[in-house]
Antibody
Framework: EVQLVESGGGLVQPGGSLRLSCSAS????????FNWVRQAPGKGLEWISS????????LYADSVKGRFTISRDNAKDSVYLQLHSLTVEDTAIYYC???????????WGQGALVTVSS | QSVVTQESSFSVSPGGTVTLTCGLS?????????PSWYQQIPGQAPRTLIY???SRSSGVPDRFSGSIIGNKAALTITGAQSEDESHYYC??????????FGGGTKVTVL
């Protein structure tokens, strides 16, 4: 069974940093591209970053470029999102999503809540 | 505001049919955008319904179908059930490995 489990969320002050993790199981992790998608309270979904299997194609939405860093460890079946210079607008549930064999997201984690507040 | 446009809300009677659409603020949606649709019940993670315009994800009931209608992607629920009350998001592939979601449509079954 495919599973994606996010961790590392929490309360952080404006300007602070946090690292989210997404642990995968039930499939060959190294074959797939992964994405992070976030959802602010009461708002819609926002794609923010992706990383391919070899970590040689990394992309960010403009809203997080220069502040967030995506990475992966194929030996640990995990993908990470390092969040820096956080603002209250970054408060959201952050979902890890696997890109399917075509151009869609086939599996999603349950999400990690990041709250930026003083 | 997203460049991907969706209706904000729809109401459908149990057993009825509703069609949600997904457009682009600056042009037409075609299969080349690989439209996909996701259902999200409040408090839960998104669930994949439709990918590559028409294809249903594993386990998705056949009352959900995807298409292109005019210059928009569409998600049709035929024979709506109470458990279909949810938010629905479309996602378009914008090229270069990036995606954009629409603002979502809230569907009420009553």
């Amino acid at each position: 069974e495919v599973q994606l489990v996010e961790s590392g969320g929490g309360l952080v002050q404006p300007g602070g940093s946090l690292r989210l993790s997404c642990s995968a199981s039930g499939f060959t992790f190294s074959h797939y591209t992964f994405n992070w998608v976030r959802q602010a309270p009461g708002k819609g979904l926002e794609w923010i970053s992706s990383i391919n299997s070899g970590s040689d194609s990394i992309l960010y939405a403009d809203s997080v470029k220069g502040r967030f860093t995506i990475s992966r460890d194929n030996a640990k079946d995990s993908v990470y999102l390092q969040l820096h210079s956080l603002t209250v607008e970054d408060t959201a549930i952050y979902y890890c999503a696997r890109k399917g064999l075509q151009l869609w997201f086939d599996y999603w984690g349950q999400g990690a809540l990041v709250t930026v507040s003083s | 505001q997203s460049v991907v446009t969706q209706e904000s809300s729809f109401s459908v009677s149990p057993g009825g049919t509703v069609t949600l659409t997904c457009g682009l603020s600056y042009g037409s949606v075609s299969a080349a955008y690989y439209p996909s649709w996701y259902q999200q019940i409040p408090g839960q993670a998104p669930r994949t319904l439709i990918y590559s315009t028409y294809s249903r994800s594993s386990g998705v009931p056949d009352r959900f179908s995807g298409s292109i209608i005019g210059n928009k992607a569409a998600l049709t629920i035929t024979g709506a059930q109470s458990e279909d009350e949810s938010h629905y998001y479309c996602m378009l592939y914008m090229g270069g490995g990036t995606w954009v979601f629409g603002g979502g449509t809230k569907v009420t079954v009553l």
